[in-house]
């Protein structure tokens, strides 16, 4: 299995303007003929051949003009997605891209067996607002049907320089072909990253002279071309992070321009200069400082306790109350802390820049941390830009033990961040002392045990209790669930609802509001059987508290990593009393299976005693994340688990 492809290179950029696109409006009898990919037979959707170009014009201001054309071959109709588009463009101020030249054509054979084309009706481009700085330019293509070929095409144009136009080479369906071509002026340094699992198949490169003019002097250029052909789709699973990670794509970072004197001007930064920025950023270092702000928020009993820990403890849980979280990822304080703490909601920064604020303010040393979330995407360390982050969590050590807080979650145990946040790396900005990288890991396990007493009657119904024990990120899921629900009694009800053969009398469940102590639920339940019961026999399956149904695991391959972001530990132990005049006849049989280098396990012990049965199981996943290569084994883990979780128990009576 390959690793990830990450490749940087500097190189001073442009080019004629000559393209390899190829022809527009033309369809191919043999496209329309097509009636599957033969590399991927089960795909809904497969491009045919894709091509970009990208070049700074001479135009004022110098925008960067990208040229998009595609041609797409649909099978069935779960690929007329392929069919809606959405062009993304930016705006900040006075800034801001536009789009022009929008074609879009759509092949297909009428009744008759005829082809027939159908272009896109101009009056039918719309704009829809995607969020304060992302417009969306949409269209459908008219006539969609089975076996149809699409084609469009457009033009954007953006004036800014620092997000050259990156290209993907995956999407969610595969490429025959795709090819990307950027034009760009040899004032111009880019960082070039190819990012993904995949090589490219083919990459050229062409020196030309005096081929853009830049305030009347003209400036050497060079022409690259980046080709990719029989591109696999890329399917998203479970446990990953953002798929921008992983999807092999080119990406350009600006590193330095010359300006119209001749003067280069370095535009990528080291850590020393973002350090600096930060300290001193209003919305950021400048927020930190406000010890004297948080001391008169924070109530005197709470600064008078003792103990370090304890007061950090009380002050987190007493700015996770007093904030509302309005769900908006951000690591700076953009109307300042004291604003927040009146209106009593913020941000992620101004919650957390307010709780690093407060622990300082009560003599805790605390600092911050930045970080990129999970869904946003990896951190170029290579070349640092504070733009990478998209969080800030507090980080302070207490008795030579480490803490990370984020008090924007209200069930979020002290010491525990949420998931979204255990990414990589993140990067720990002291005031006074130089910034430094930490691995974003989490210590917290998902635990989970399940006892259950059960005894089976005489009219076959099965009665006992389920008692269930939750700490770490298993209890955060449980409260998580139960705080869905209006009140607790309305939860109990819902579980009984989805278990339509059980029958709930009784229901305790502590600790739900104290969030540092493990979570319990516990049950008095009666099974209705009659269904594995006739006069002689009972059929029982006793890993039906904690079945697992559906493997989430269904690649063939997967390139990405398994990310599950804490690491996994969950038990049932099962002890079934039966009536003296049954004997069991079949039983399940005891399994252990077990991941490469200690991986993680699944083992099942049964014990046949006197008028008991005993059954347990542990399902052990003893690493957070597993590399593309482990892939298998833990797909297979799955499905032996599933497929030994339908045993069943057989008890017959005796003659």
Known sequence: MKNAVLIVVIILFSVKMYAQDFPEGKFNSADIEMTSYDKDPTAHAVVLKEFGKTWVSTADHLPIIHEYHVKIKIFDDKGFNEGNVAISLYNHGENYETVRDIKAHTFYKDDNGLVREADLDPAKIYKEKKSKNIDLVKF????????????????????????????????????????????????????????????????NAELERECFDFYGTKADCSKINYIMSDVPAFVEESDMTAPSNYISAMYFELA??????????????????????????????????????????????????????????????????????????????????????????????????????????????????????????????????TSDFDYVVARLIIHNKVYMLDATDPLLAFGMLPLRCINDQGRVMSLSKPSYWIDMVETNKSTRTSSLDLTIQSDGKIKGTVSTYYVGYAAYKKRLSIKRFNSVDEYVENLAENNPKLKISKSEITNLDSLNSPLSEKYDIVINNSNNTNGDNIVFNPAFWDELTENPFKLKERTYPVDLGSTLDHRVIVALHYPANYVITRQPEPVSIGLPNKGGKFVTLVEAGDQVFNYSEVHQLSKAIYQPEEYPYIKELYNKIIQNQKATIVLSKKP
């Open 140 to 203: 459908a293509l008219p006539n969609l049907r089975k076996g149809c070929v699409i084609e469009y095409s457009y033009s954007t144009e953006s004036p800014y320089h620092y997000n050259f136009h990156s290209w993907d080479f995956q999407s969610d369906i595969p490429k025959i072909y795709s090819e990307y071509e950027v034009h760009i002026p040899a004032v111009y340094e880019y960082n070039i990253v190819l990012r993904g699992y995949l090589s490219l198949t083919k990459s």
């Open 256 to 385: 330095a321009m010359t300006n119209e004197n001749g003067v280069k001007n370095k535009i990528t930064q080291e850590w020393t200069d973002i350090d600096r920025e930060l300290k001193g950023n209003d919305y950021f270092g400048t927020q930190m400082k406000r010890k004297e702000l948080l001391k008169d928020r924070i109530p005197a009993s709470i600064l008078a306790i003792p103990d370090t820990l304890a007061k950090a403890q009380a002050i987190y849980t007493h700015l996770q109350k007093w904030f509302k979280w309005d769900h908006i990822f951000s690591m700076y304080s953009d109307d300042g802390i004291k604003k927040a703490l009146d209106s009593h909601t913020g941000h992620v920064g101004d919650i957390n820049l307010s709780l690093i604020s407060a622990l300082n303010a009560a003599g805790i040393s605390a600092d911050a941390v930045i970080l990129s979330t999970r869904d946003n995407g990896a951190i170029n360390k290579l070349f640092p830009q």
